[in-house]
């Protein structure tokens, strides 16, 4: 079983709608969650962190957390055709300072 | 604030060579960590430099080894040189102890094995 595992997509949303990503991780101790965003060609950008089960927004943003389900999640509401990337989730053991990425889903929003 | 940076943008060798990766670490970080990203796949943790010692080592052989100055910045070296180890050599650094797993990466080094 992988440490962390993503739909690789592709996913494709018409512009102005909500891209709804998700995440599973398999080490049910662990305790920080992150999303980074990586555009062709470039290295990864990181947009969300979550520590605690539940919602935390940022903009058009929102990462959800249950870790009952060990299941981690990335809405982006409004899409803009900036936003086609791939999304990468990582995870933090515990204890550990190392992450763990999921191979990522990419994002196509269509005009 | 300066991010972090890396040198060389590419760089390509030859199987068996040896290469060494560069990177300094954004202003107020303490902890470097290293990571491979192959192509279509997530970034894999090589190794973590916090205070100048290995802080943590993923699944990646000897000859993955790496250095953490007391400026913080670091470097990643590799020996004999295989045609699996082309990929994207990201590093990330992060703030001060307790917040080692908020990590921001570098832009990157392509490196190309022939």
């Known amino acids: 079983q992988k440490e962390v595992e993503q739909n690789s997509g592709p996913l494709s949303v018409p512009e102005g709608a909500i891209a709804s990503l998700n995440c599973t991780y398999s080490?049910?101790?662990?305790?920080?969650f992150f999303w980074y965003r990586q555009y062709s060609g470039k290295s990864p950008e990181l947009i969300m962190f979550?520590?605690?089960?539940g919602d935390k927004e940022d903009g058009r943003f929102t990462a959800q957390l249950n870790k009952a389900s060990q299941y981690v999640s990335l809405l982006i509401r409004d899409s803009q055709p900036s936003d086609s990337a791939t999304y990468l989730c990582?995870?933090?053991?515990?204890?550990?300072?190392?992450?763990?990425f999921g191979a990522g889903t990419t994002v196509t929003v269509r005009a | 604030e300066t991010g972090v940076t890396q040198s060389p943008t590419h760089l390509i060798k030859t199987r068996g060579q040896q290469v060494t990766l560069r990177c300094s670490s954004q202003?107020?970080?303490?902890?470097v960590s290293w990571y491979q990203q192959a192509l279509g796949q997530g970034p894999q943790f090589i190794f973590q430099?916090?205070?100048?010692?290995?802080?943590g080592r993923g699944n990646f052989p000897p000859r993955f080894s790496g250095l953490q100055f007391p400026n913080y910045s670091s470097e990643l070296n590799v020996n004999a040189l295989e045609l699996d180890d082309s990929a994207l050599y990201l590093c990330?650094?992060?703030?001060?102890?307790?917040?080692?797993?908020?990590?921001?990466f570098g832009p990157g080094t392509r490196l190309t094995v022939l």
């Open positions: 080490d049910r101790g662990s305790q920080s």
């Open positions: 990582a995870v933090s053991p515990p204890n550990d300072y190392k992450l763990s």
């Open positions: 202003s107020g970080h303490n902890t």
């Open positions: 430099y916090y205070r100048e010692e290995e802080n």
């Open positions: 990330a650094s992060s703030p001060m102890q307790g917040q080692g797993d908020l990590q921001f």
């Open positions: 979550i520590y605690s089960n």
